[in-house]
């Protein structure tokens, strides 16, 4: 192996004192939610808001006099910029960073405000790794990878340390993996304390780019995820082996369960968790049978999710819930019907959110009208009931399902 678990002690004398030694804590909400005993490992409070702050330190602190002098360059979707940005502004090393276009602004924001050259690039992680190549040999700069460097691996992988001191006895641990690194370096320090410990990847089914290259399947790669930390088309030369070695399973995660995790994290937990950094608990959620009555430590990797996109991940978990909910109602065109339907669904407890009135309808006779209304109930039998009173009314309300899937 590239990496070994002296060289992920070695790495956490390195970076002790300089990056947070994050909490673990029992998650007995969301323990409940997936019957296994859940406790959260709270990388989202790092500086940059997630883990990658370890390796990027560890990495940079290994750079000669004349490395840091001349720069460096990374390619990342966001946090692995953030996290180099970040410290190679304290530690005074020149960097550059390459983006793809699609990053989250807030990521892009933020990693420009640490100093760096930010250079935007492609549609994905391997688009922007051409012209981080480029960059690398054009300016002579030392590239920082985001995952399939030694000393990277070595510093994700003190993660685990920490949680095995916290918490001994977990059984297993639900790591996100993208090209690797994280849960490379970590499976190696597990498996070091712990050798019979359950190790299990999760991964973005929209990006099985690891599943694939363990199990030598061609399960299509690509598409627009929650999870973009982790959407990566090529897995590490060295994180590969690694994972053959320690990983015992990967579960490939949807984006509704991405979403559930996501919001429950804000919701139950009160904590922020990107795509990404919800994976491991969308594993969960995925497959609950797996996981039951076991000891099951996650790390919340990352935090650092646009405040759009988390706002539409509420309203549309809210609206699987049937706690918001969309109909069309067939009515009469004349004055007052709107005041008449308003009313009855007060007196039904509902709050009105929205409503548009059309009239050009094809299907709606000249003097009819649709009606779209969207309400807020206590849950799926209050809107049943809702529903059932507007048809007895004469309405006709039909539902108008929300979408399944991020757009």
Not at 68 to 94: D, E, T
Not at 205 to 212: E, I, K, V
Request: with cysteine.
């Amino acid at each position: 192996m590239s990496v070994k678990p002296e060289d992920i002690q070695a790495a956490r004398q390195r970076i002790a004192g300089q990056v947070v030694r994050t909490p673990m804590l029992a998650a007995p909400r969301l323990s409940a939610l997936t019957g296994a005993q859940v406790f959260v490992k709270y990388e989202n409070l790092q500086v940059t808001n997630s883990f990658k702050d370890r390796g990027a330190l560890v990495k940079l602190t290994s750079l000669s006099a004349e490395e840091r002098g001349r720069g460096i360059v990374a390619m990342s979707a966001g946090n692995h910029a953030q996290a180099v940005a970040y410290h190679a502004a304290r530690l005074k090393i020149p960097a550059t960073i390459v983006m793809p276009v699609t990053t989250p602004f807030v990521k892009v924001a933020a990693t420009r405000s640490h100093g760096a050259e930010v250079v935007l690039h492609g549609e994905t992680v391997a688009d922007a790794q051409e012209a981080c190549e480029r960059l690398q040999r054009e300016r002579k700069l030392t590239l920082v990878h985001p995952y399939d460097d030694p000393h990277i691996i070595a510093g994700q992988g003190t993660i685990v340390f920490e949680m095995l001191e916290d918490e001994p006895d977990l059984d297993t641990l639900v790591i996100p993996i993208g090209g690797g690194g994280l849960i490379a370096g970590n499976a190696i320090a597990a498996r070091s304390v712990k050798s019979n410990i359950n190790i299990i990847g999760a991964e973005a089914s929209l990006y099985p780019s690891m599943w694939n290259a363990v199990r030598g399947d061609k399960k299509p790669i690509g598409g627009a995820t929650l999870a973009e930390g982790i959407a990566v088309k090529n897995v590490g030369a060295l994180t590969l082996p690694i994972v053959r070695e320690f990983v015992s399973d990967i579960v490939l995660v949807d984006e509704s369960h991405l979403e559930r995790a996501v919001n429950f994290y804000l919701t139950v937990q009160k904590t922020m968790a990107e795509g990404a950094g919800a994976a491991g608990l969308a594993a969960m959620l995925a497959q609950p049978e797996r996981f039951k009555a076991r000891k099951v430590g996650l790390i919340l990797c990352g935090g650092n999710i646009d405040p759009r996109i988390l706002a539409s991940v509420m309203v549309r978990e809210l609206e699987r819930a049937n706690q918001i909910v969309s109909f069309r109602l067939t009515i009469p065109d004349r004055p007052g019907v709107l005041g008449t339907i308003a009313t009855r669904l007060g007196g039904l407890n509902a709050n009105i959110l929205e409503v548009a009135h059309k009239r050009l309808f094809l299907d709606v006779p000249a003097k009819g009208a649709k009606l779209d209304v969207t309400i807020e109930t206590r849950d799926a039998a209050h809107a049943q009931d809702i529903i059932e009173a507007l048809a007895a009314d004469g309405y006709a309300p039909q539902r108008i399902e929300p979408a399944t899937s991020l757009e």
